[in-house]
């Protein structure tokens, strides 16, 4: 049974006090717990599933949306290190992989345990420079379009203008952390990688698999039928290949942390 942890930040999915692996997942931008809930059911029974419920969304829809990635990262590492004790491991699909990305650095860089293991799903390495983008900068009827384009705003949603004035905000504010966040140093962290990644995504294969230059552990990469939202087109497809991601980092040590 799902429940909501004592921090706003974290929504326990699979609760499970005795588990020898915790799994942190981040959503995309614009994303919720949605995208993960369901996992509950496919991953091993030895699995605390507990998703980021990022602010100005779900119960927190009352609260401002998170702007700086330097604050949103701090943030998280004190709302997720007394969940942290053990073995973990981050799933981050788009923003959410270089947000996870940035707080697994930044906890390594702080003396404290990384994940063993990191999954970058439908996102370009976090070294790509996109402040050129400026999505968040554009006005609302380009803004439009480009969540059109992108696939990943239902129709209902885009053409509802009191829906549309309630969630931009909110966008803009996640496209804003997109745009500006980028790692120009050259420091590897020492966990194995998994890069998922959508056929029909218009983030080129080489920009993903690039990912592999900021981890040395060993790296696999797996791509599925779709576009960059494939984790919600083909959600349970998805989490039956972390699923066996999870499974092979069993068996293959015993979890100590990374």
Known sequence: MSRVSQSPWL????????????????????????????????????????????????????????QCMDELTDT?????KPHLNGDFVFYGHSLGARVAFETQRKMRQRGMAGPCHFVASGSPNPGKDRSHENTHLLDDEAFKAKLKSLNGTPPAVLENEELMTLFMPVLRADFKLANTYRYTGDEQSPCSLSVFAGKDDEITIEEQQDWQKYFSGEYTFTLFEGDHFFIDSINQEVGEAFSKVVKQLCNERTLTSA
């Open 11 to 66: 929504f326990i999915a699979k609760p499970n006090p005795q588990a020898s692996l915790k799994v942190v997942c981040f959503p995309y931008a614009g994303g919720s717990v949605r995208s993960f809930s369901e996992w509950k059911n496919t991953l091993p029974e030895f699995v605390e599933l507990i998703i980021v419920q990022m602010p100005a969304r779900g119960p927190r829809i009352s609260e401002p949306p998170a």
């Open 76 to 80: 998280l590492i004190t709302e997720l």
